[in-house]
């Protein structure tokens, strides 16, 4: 499996051959300036909740791309409604692709679309492949549900956002950590605005004093594994 940040929350899975895109922010993000969205692939977009700063481009790389959109029934209607092609799942259900099989999990979040259009619940994604298994925490406060996450998958790595303010903290990402039974951890959702700025060495020194890997990727910047 093979991850690459491209900022914010923006995400590109490739595992088995697939690509997958996740909550795709980035001609929003001046850090992301070097990321061309047209040149990315695409067979699946997740989104994990309708704001702003996660689906800004969903539509220039599902035209580019032919990607199914993958995300709760308000977030899919919104989109079928614009002509894109799209897979509705709701918390709880998991449902095989070709890649692996996705579970749609719970986020303690809001979820509005920058017009107003109601986003329903936000989630995250618990992935599972033939390789690897990964959580997807979307933006979330810290959730005792997270505790039921390992009772049914053994996580690889789990990507938390840590730049406070619109989510969980770094200290409550420790937490998490704790919970979902993982010890590797990709930051995300820091950094792309002043609300969220963050402290690169303070904060890996903090998941290290708890013997725990705090991953921080350079935007473009891919982790194999
Ligand atoms: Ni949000
Ligand atoms: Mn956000």
């Known amino acids: 499996m093979k991850i690459t940040f491209y900022g914010h929350a923006s995400l590109g899975i490739e595992v088995d051959g697939k690509n997958i895109i996740v ?5 929003g993000n001046t850090l992301a300036d070097a990321i061309d969205i047209n040149t990315l692939k695409a067979d699946y977009i997740l989104l994990t909740h309708a704001h702003y700063d996660h689906v800004l481009d969903v539509e220039a790389i599902a035209k580019n791309t032919d990607a199914i959109i993958v995300s709760n029934p308000e977030i899919t209607t ?26 749609y999990v719970n986020a303690v979040h809001s979820s509005s679309f920058a017009d107003g259009t109601y986003g329903g619940n936000p989630g995250g994604f618990v992935i599972e492949t033939k390789s690897k ?20 998958t053994k996580l690889d790595l789990v990507i938390l956002p840590i730049g406070n303010n619109f989510t969980m903290d770094l200290e409550d990402a420790i937490v998490a950590s704790d919970f979902l039974e993982c010890n590797k951890i990709l930051g995300y959702h820091y950094d792309s605005n002043p609300y969220i700025e963050i402290n690169h060495e303070e904060s890996i ?12 990727l350079e935007v473009g910047e ?4």
């Open 205 to 216: 020194r903090k998941f290290l004093d708890k013997k725990k890997e705090l991953l921080l």
């Open 222 to 225: 891919s982790l194999e594994f």
């Open 133 to 152: 298994n990964i959580y997807i925490a979307g933006d979330t406060a810290l959730t005792y549900d997270m505790k039921l996450i390992p009772l049914r």
């Open 78 to 103: 919104y989109y079928e409604k614009k002509g894109f092609k799209s897979h509705f799942m709701n918390h709880g259900g998991s449902w095989r692709f070709d890649f692996g099989t996705v579970r």
């Open 23 to 27: 909550d795709p922010f980035i001609t």
